[in-house]
C-alpha cells in the first residue's frame, strides 16, 4: 500500500514561487530565520489577524484568519480575510506587507480560492491583494492560466516535501535579503558543484 501524500501548506507555495531551496529548507529542514522582513509581515499579519470575528462590512461578511483546506489538493492553511456577498459571491484578500513582486501572491491567492471551493462548493472566479507599502489593492482573477500554474506549483512542492535532498541554490539577486542565507551558503554550494563537475569532466572524463 503506497504512502498518504504530503498535505502542502499554503504558505509553501509563496516560498516556493520565490525560491524552491528556500520553500525545502523551511517546510522539509523545519529551518526558520528571522529579519528584518520576516518581522515586518508578522508584525503587520498580527494586525490583520486581530480581529478574528466574523463582522459585517460594506454589506459583506468578513472573516479573518479563516482556516482553509482541501481534501482533493492536498492543502492547508488559512486565509488572510474572506468576504462572503449576499448574492453568494466568495471573495479572499491575501494581504503582504510589502510592494508587488513577481506572481508568489497569485499562486498563494489562487490555491485559498482552490480551497474555498471545495469547502463552500461555490466557484471563487477573483480575489485581491492588498499590498501595504504602497497601500495598494489589486484584483486577481482567478482564471485558467493562474490555477494551471498554481496545480503545477503545489505539484513541485510536494516533489520537495518527499525528496532526499535539497534544491540547487540559485546564488543571485535573491539571496541576498533572504533570512536562510546562513543555513543555505549558496556560494559554497555553487562553488562544490563547479568542482565536482570539473572533476567529471577533467578526471573521469565524462
Known sequence: MSEPLPTVPLSALEHH??????????????VWVENRWTVRGERGHRRVDAATESRSERGRQVVRAMPL?????????RADVVEFANDGTIFPIEYKMGVPHGNAAHIQLCAQALCLEEMFTHPVR?????????RRRIEVDLDAELRAETMATIAAVRVDLVADRLPPAPNDERCTECQLLDHCQPELVQHSRRVGLYVRETVWGG
Open 17 to 30: 514561487t520565490y525560491c524552491p531551496r528556500q520553500c525545502a529548507l523551511i517546510h522539509v529542514d523545519g
Open 69 to 77: 483546506w482541501s481534501e482533493r489538493h492536498g492543502l492547508t492553511g
Open 126 to 134: 477573483t480575489g485581491a491583494i492588498w499590498f501595504q507599502a504602497p
